[in-house]
């Protein structure tokens, strides 16, 4: 079964940690993408990557920054943990050729 | 720009019934849709994937259907369960060459026993 790993299901951070979120895909897919969860906002996009190397900023890549140094993984860093980035972290992965797209199970982040 | 929309927000029916969630989208340009389902602090589970091609698409008591041109789409549930209460999102993708797809806020459905 293929499928898309997040690392952590909990996190507990303090304010100005670096935080690492990682997602790992066995698909072979080209794409790989960073989602935030928050009630009454739905998903909103942080960043995303096409290929090895490159990345790409979504509608709220304020705070965070990204890492794609091998095609199976896709790391989200928040480079210092504040409270108002506590939510629901989501990656997803697609194959490019329309195929749909496929959810890791999420990590929920607590940063106090 | 394009935005999704799904109506009611929330809803619950009895166990038993056949039920219809809808998604409307205001850009008829679309290469695909998806439905997905998430359980409360899960990730989404993907349903149902419908090409811009295709009027609908099933898997077991679920089928899904699209009309481009009206910019909807609907997933009818059967003989609904319990097991079935669960939050169930649109998301379109864009005719171009961009992999970014468009999500819904979902709508959060109860059936009640």
């Known amino acids: 079964d293929v499928k898309v790993t997040q690392s952590s299901r909990y996190l507990v951070k303090r304010t100005g940690e670096k935080v690492f979120l990682e997602c790992v895909q066995d698909m072979d897919h080209e794409n790989m993408f960073w989602y935030r969860q928050d009630p009454g906002l739905g998903l909103r996009l942080i960043y995303f990557s096409y290929d090895v190397k490159m990345k790409e900023k979504g509608d709220i890549p304020e705070g965070y920054s990204v890492s794609r140094e091998k095609k199976e993984r896709f790391s989200l860093i928040l480079e210092s943990a504040s409270t108002n980035q506590t939510s629901m972290y989501l990656c997803?992965?697609?194959?490019?050729?329309?195929?749909?797209?496929?959810f890791g199970s999420g990590t929920r982040l607590t940063v106090v | 720009k394009q935005e999704v929309t799904q109506i009611p927000a929330a809803l619950s029916v009895p166990e038993g019934e056949n039920l219809v969630l809808n998604c409307s989208f205001t850009d008829s340009a679309i290469y695909n849709l998806q439905w997905f389902r998430q359980d409360p602090g899960k990730g989404l589970t993907s349903l149902l994937l419908?090409?811009?091609?295709?009027r609908e698409q099933t898997s077991g008591r679920l089928n899904a259907s699209l009309d481009k041109s009206s910019g909807r789409s609907t997933l009818y549930i059967a003989a609904s369960q319990p097991g079935d209460s669960a939050t169930y999102l649109c998301?379109?993708?864009?005719?171009?060459?961009?992999?970014?797809?468009?999500f819904g806020k979902g709508t959060r459905l109860h059936i009640l026993p």
């Open positions: 998301a379109v993708k864009r005719e171009n060459r961009d992999d970014k797809i468009i």
């Open positions: 419908i090409q811009s091609s295709q």
């Open positions: 997803a992965s697609a194959s490019g050729e329309g195929r749909g797209y496929t």
